[in-house]
């Protein structure tokens, strides 16, 4: 017996000897996790408290390491991928496209734990073109409608439109893909719903409810392009997966940021940027597609994005920028409602420079309040202030032109009747003629008043428009600005508008 207890405290030596020998920090207060282990979840692993065993330089690679979703099996797959295989110049030019966007999707992806078969999803809606506008006038890479747009705070001014921001649409569409696959428990329904609409969804599930039929996505009822939506995205899935299945080849994308994001600190110039950064402005627009203007306002945006060896080179130039300002242009609120002519003598610009940078139609007024881009003077120090860069919009009332007229006053007319009978005022009335505005009328009596006319045609009445032949107009005037059209969709019922192309997703 006493043997073994001196063999059992010999191996025990031994093997301390080992552990200690094997410590090359010299550190012997090692620390273990007290209880139990608990796994891990999906966006622990993809985040950087945990380190990969394996790093790739493909991007596609981990791309397709993060496939999560179910696979859809069906002939609609099929048709699909026979279509994008037999148009090979088509992947080809998408594919290259994405190759600025993608590293920042799928990064946002896996630390958000979600399937990186969703940083495919701009091949669908947009083919990862951020200035797509669809024909329902969602925008973006993401396609978002406006309404959807404002419900997860894309700012959409007279500036910038954030549906086409690189960084802001890509947030916003993740979450809200998160919030519907939250609601339906599936990612092919949450698609369905960023196609379609979650009210649309969900009327359809309630429907199968009530008939006691399955409440997939394959067994609901829905418009063809809904129908067609995941069945789109599971074939580029599968090419991606497989090229060499579907004879093509993915153009090479490094698994490293494209881009870099840069803080300014002044409203500056895109083509100053652009020179700055030495890089083209077709680049800049490129990873900053939702710029309205050729200036940025830092106050609305104080970041924007450059190619990754490029953004060192712009803070260097900037640093040592010393040319004068950087912005040429500033924003002037419109203090009343006044025409282009007027605004543009205020600003020292041509009328038709004025249109053409604040996109003015013809035949309008430009209404108070409005927040018109002009230049920059010499002694404007200040930079435009924050409410203005995010808030910032125009607004228009048609411009009404007046044609002097001659109308007869009929019996018992009086001042009152005949202004009603022409929709002017009485007062107007009664001054154009020198007249009271409680003076008598007599029958066949002669009064002139000033009507509006449309395109040099009288928009009066009949007896007036006969009575004006002859006229000339001599007077402006403003009016009510026309009912502006109001988006599809709602804050109850948000949803991104889509598809290349797309005509469904009602909101």
């Not at 959409?156 to 428990?185: C, E, H, I, P, W």
């Not at 430009?366 to 860069?389: F, Y």
Request: proline fraction near 6%; glycine fraction near 6%; aromatic fraction near 8%.
């Amino acid at each position: 017996m006493k043997f073994l207890h001196s063999l059992l405290l010999a191996s025990l030596l031994v093997l301390a000897g080992c552990a200690s020998t094997s410590n090359t920090s010299g550190n012997l207060d090692a620390k273990y996790p007290d209880g139990p282990l608990t796994p891990l979840s999906r966006g622990k692993i993809s985040s950087s408290e945990v380190a990969s065993l394996e790093a790739t330089g493909d991007l596609w690679v981990r791309i397709r390491r993060g496939f999560a979703m179910p696979d859809l099996d069906q002939d609609l797959v099929r048709d699909r991928e026979q279509w994008y295989a037999a148009r090979p110049d088509y992947i080809q030019r998408m594919t290259e496209r994405s190759s600025k966007y993608l590293f920042h999707i799928v990064e946002e992806l896996e630390r958000r734990g979600m399937p990186t078969e969703l940083a495919l999803l701009p091949f669908i809606e947009s083919a990862f073109n951020p200035q797509a506008v669809s024909s329902a006038k969602a925008a973006g890479m993401w396609q978002f409608m406006p309404a959807t747009g404002n419900y997860f705070e894309l700012k959409q001014n007279a500036f910038r439109d954030d549906r086409r921001d690189v960084l802001a649409s890509t947030r916003a569409a993740l979450d809200y893909l998160q919030k519907l696959y939250d609601m339906f428990g599936d990612w092919h329904l949450a698609l369905a719903a960023y196609n379609w609409g979650e009210g649309s969804v969900g009327r359809a599930i309630k429907r199968n409810e009530k008939l006691g039929l399955p409440t997939g996505y394959t067994d609901l009822q829905m418009p063809a392009e809904t129908r067609m939506y995941v069945p789109k995205l599971q074939a580029v899935k599968n090419i991606v997966a497989h090229p060499e299945n579907f004879n093509t080849e993915l153009p090479v994308i490094e698994n490293h940021p494209y881009f870099q994001a840069v803080s300014i600190t002044h409203d500056i110039d895109v083509e100053l940027v652009a020179k700055l950064a030495d890089v083209s402005v077709k680049d800049f627009k490129a990873l900053n597609p939702g710029f309205h203007k050729p200036v940025i306002f830092a106050a609305g945006t104080p970041q924007i994005l450059l190619p990754w060896d490029n953004a060192k080179i712009f803070r260097r130039n900037l640093q040592a920028y010393n040319d004068g300002q950087f912005a040429s242009w500033t924003v002037w609120t419109v203090p009343s409602t006044i025409s282009v002519a007027e605004a543009a003598q205020r600003v020292g610009l041509g009328e038709a420079d004025l249109r053409a940078i604040n996109n003015i139609p013809p035949r309008m007024l430009i209404k108070a309040g409005s927040a018109l881009m002009v230049p920059r003077g010499a002694n404007v120090r200040a930079d435009v202030a924050g409410h203005v860069a995010d808030n910032g919009q125009i607004s228009f009332a048609p411009e009404i032109v007046t044609r002097r007229t001659t109308v007869k006053a009929r019996r018992h007319d009086t001042l009152v009747s005949v202004a009603s009978r022409y929709g002017v005022s009485v007062s107007n009335l009664a001054d154009w003629n020198d007249l009271k505005s409680t003076a008598t009328l007599k029958a066949g009596q002669s009064l002139v008043a000033y009507l509006p006319v449309r395109t040099g045609v009288a928009r009066a009445s009949a007896p007036a428009a006969h009575a004006a032949r002859g006229g000339r107009a001599v007077a402006r005037a403003p009016a009510k600005a026309a009912a502006q059209p109001q988006p599809r969709g709602g804050k109850n019922a948000p949803a991104p508008r889509g598809g290349q192309p797309s005509k469904v997703k009602r909101r």
